[in-house]
């Protein structure tokens, strides 16, 4: 059965979420598989796919095609689009518009904002006309070049404007709220003052759920953050798979007799 916004915001306090990003359909079928509750489609996909620094050249399209791959790979999470950056938040027209996309084009269920006071107002428009959204406090990766990629919210003055500002998206719609790379305390009050369920990446255990970068957690990523937990080895996993592939076909024995076909078959036109 599909995992709806409704089941999201029922475990809020009562039974930890788990997401995971996804880009493609096979990582999402597998995600799925293993009944993740939620598939974020992160405009990571800039780091993880497409081979740049930072997630800011990640276009709507490319967001729109890998959102659609996901959807038709899970068949029971929640699909989460990520909107990129300048693709929301400077124009209520084209922002409702690039996010009605992610729903009605490429199948998502809901759509991530990285949020402030900007985004106010552009989620309670949202959930008004049925787009479900998820808010996004801490450290926003679009705001790189203003804020690094250091903690956030470590002074009183910020801590509080943060809090604050989880509140109004609350009370503007937002169904939950990922908090990214904030002081662990500072996560548990501010999903202590909030209804909705909070989703921590770096953000401590007190948090309603958790989400890693799928390249992260499988051990594909060359580099991870301090705050990121492997589960597994897949980047080696591939790099013995491929050396072996290699070795077998240097050698002459990829393929074999076993790998040929239409050999008995077609015999007697050869």
């Known amino acids: 059965m599909r995992t709806t916004v409704r089941d999201v915001l029922s475990k809020a306090g009562d039974e930890p979420i788990t997401m995971l990003t996804a880009y493609d359909a096979v990582t999402a079928e597998i995600v799925d598989e ?4 939620v598939i974020l489609v992160g ?9 740049h620094e930072t997630t800011l050249p990640v276009t709507v399209d490319q967001m729109a095609d890998h959102t ?15 909107m990129p950056f300048l693709s929301y938040g400077h124009d209520d027209k084209e922002s409702i518009e690039n996010a009605g996309r992610m729903l009605k084009e490429a199948g998502a269920h809901a759509v991530k904002l990285e949020s402030g006071p900007h985004t106010v107002e552009l989620t309670e428009k949202l959930s008004h006309l049925g787009i479900p959204v998820m808010a996004h406090l801490g450290l926003t990766p679009q705001s790189v ?4 990629y250091a903690l956030q919210g470590t002074s009183e003055e910020a801590a509080d404007r943060m809090l604050e500002l989880a509140e109004r998206h609350e009370d503007a719609g937002a169904f939950s709220l990922v908090l990214e790379r904030v002081p662990a305390p500072l996560a548990a009050r ?3 003052a909030l209804d909705i369920p909070t989703i921590g990446i770096g953000a401590g255990a007190e948090c309603d759920g958790q989400v890693l970068v799928v390249d992260d957690a499988v051990g594909l990523s060359d580099w991870t953050p301090s705050f990121v937990k492997e589960f597994g080895n897949v980047r080696e996993a591939m790099g013995d798979a491929i050396e072996a592939y290699t070795e077998a076909v240097e050698s002459g ?18």
Do not use: K, M
């Open 34 to 37: 293993q009944g993740v509750d």
């Open 68 to 82: 659609a791959a996901v959807a038709r790979g899970a068949e029971e999470a929640l699909v989460v689009a990520d």
């Open 253 to 270: 024995e990829f393929p074999g007799a076993e790998h040929s076909e239409g050999v008995e078959e077609l015999d007697e036109l050869y």
């Open 190 to 192: 501010i999903t202590d």
């Open 43 to 51: 405009d990571s996909v800039g780091n993880t796919s497409h081979g």
């Open 145 to 148: 070049n203003q804020q690094g």
